[in-house]
């Protein structure tokens, strides 16, 4: 008989907390948290980050992560991200956050950090629907899609278009990376992961904002079962929010 | 007398901040405090330190939050609608027992007021301001000396109790000129917060910085531990009591109007008229102890603000076993002056 | 004899009152005394006058806005309007004669010393320097400071940049002194 060889393939990395998380099934919070994760791990910030959680979902990140963190009012994240920088520049900062908070009630944050060239990553998640109050209208939701603040469906009329954050982010002075990934496919969570990993080389190497809009699936609130919900960031979200590279002042000619 | 400088009391604001060791300065125009963001912008720099002028008073204060979370000193300052804006953050910092300084050179209101001086935001910077159950320590400087001296205070007691101090001033505080002797206070060093500030987690558990507490039982405890802090504070009671010892009648008024009730008294004095002054320093915690010890003497109260009536509350339930206090207001919009304040004196000291 | 003195110092703006309100509380904080400057600020500046009050005095100074001030100095007619009437019974005033009708001026109630500061300034050679020719007959009339503890305080006031003008800001402050005397 030959000897049982294990050999280790996949594990949790170090960053982050081995714990249940309160994410409801097929939901992709977890996925970018394990992105975040990992690159904290590849890169070695988990002993130098300091994480600005936000309001919504992801409001327990901070149980997940092995990092320092800070809680922010809702849309606050990157003034208070900018308050921590400015006061430890020598950390890394990121924050955390969903549409609502960063699209809507965060918007003038957002945007002057950003314009500021705040040293500081922002990771945020696009799941076209407020999540944790009951799955209200989100700056972001699609028109014709239902929530529970527009039953009949987002009227164009009425609520306006969805807004497109990265390609606005991406005009701003001072960011070095914005770009826009999906979470629905192994392929797509790939370049998520090089695009968050090119947001926090920014920083770290000191060269402006950082901006990474993840497209995320919120069965629950959207209605439909996880492969469902995949099937809809393809069809519908995509084609609205297209994928891509926005900006990238570390290559040449690298933005779209 | 070479080591006088002659400054207004915003200016005496900051210079007291940069004295004890303030890193970072989140400001946003208004008036009557501008003076305060227009020295930090170069002042802090050269001091080694960080200026950043927000988008908004909500992004400043949330910008103190972050720097707070993280040990170091830093400041905010506004004026009243300004200071609106600002409680979102305030209750945070309160209710994640992070230490900041927040300065209020109170203009006229309500709205937009106007930017003459004004007392309208005693309740709110002495009830807490924002939502929930907080307190600030709240320090109001009558000179630029005292705004000099409790802005170095404000920034040892927002470390001491982990919660943020208010600077409450008003426009003519901040607009006015007076000679300050600055000093220099012995600082912490780096190691201030290193118990509990955001610094990494290298070799030691991670740090978590909240307000939300969602478990059984958790939120009751956290207000249980914010509760012992303000009576904790409760030891740091300041304030001024000029001839009250013989007088018949005390006049309560704090900040500018405290000072400008001290001329009329002083006058009244002059005259025969056994009055006296009592002015808070710290608003909260209110110096009730010693009011009340003068109310037990049997002597009459007059409180005036410049407002309708916001502080006599804090008079009267101080003494509310024993004494009562006459009230006289200074309209906001209007400029207050010592000679309007001698017939309601009058008045309350014949008991009328 | 205790010290005690306020003034409410008024003019057009671009005159210099400003200024000499701050010349007049450095000279007082030089000479050991307590003082306040308050400058008018705002939308109120854009008015007729603009004007700043000071307070002098030997005990620490309670209010530092005051209604019915023991004094003036009066640089234009609309400071003369507004203010004349408020100040105190035996109040001092020093009017600026080149631009207010001296016959405007009570002389019963209240003193009112006439100093031609423009025309005064115009002969020194500078026009701009009236507010200096003020001070000084000011301090000559009410005698609450010497006259040279201003001339030794222009230099906490005036700007590096303008610091070659301090000889010619002296001379007009000794002018309105020596109109005075």
Redesign the interface.
Known sequence: MSELQEKLVFDRPESVIDRPTHYCPGCHHGVAHRLVGELLDEMKLREESILIGSIGCSVFLYNYLDIDAVEAPHGRAPAVGTGVKRARPDKFVLTYQGDGDLASIGMAEIMHAANRGERICVVFVNNTVYGMTGGQMAPTTLVGQRTTTCPGGRCRDKEGLPIKMTEIISQLGGVAFAGRASLDSVKNIRTAKKYLRKAFECQVQDRGFGFVELLSACPTNWKMPPVKANERIREEMIPYFPLGVYKDVTEEGGAC | MADKIFIKGNEAVARGALAAGCKCFFGYPITPQNDIPEFMSQAIVDAGGEFVQAESEVAAANMLLGAGATGVRAMTSSSSPGVSLKQEAISYMAGSDIPAVVVNMNRGGPGLGDIGPAQGDYYQSTRGGGHGDYRLLVYAPATAQEAYDLTIKAFDMAFKYRNPVMILGDAILGQMKEPIEPWTPELPGETEGNDWRLDGAKDREKRLIKSLFLDEGALAGQNQRLQAKYEAMQGEIQYEAFETEDADLIVCAYGSIGRIAKSAVRKMRQAGHKVGLFRPITLYPFPAAPLLELAKQGKRFLTIEHNLGQMVDDVRLSMRTVADSDFFPVYPGNLPTPDEFEAPILKSLEGK | MSTYLDAIIAGFGGQGVMLIG?LL??SG??Q?L??????V???EMRGGTANCTVVLSD??????????PKSLIIMNRPSLDKFQARLEDGGVQIINSSLVDAELAETKRVKSVFVPANDIADEIGNSRMANMVAIGAYLQATGVIPVQAAIDSLE?VISAHYKKLIPMNAKAIEAGAAHVA
Do not use: L
């Open positions: 701050n509380a450095y904080m030089n050991g307590n003082v306040t400057y308050i400058p600020y705002g939308p005990e620490d100074i309670g209010s530092p806005i005051i209604h019915r906490n």
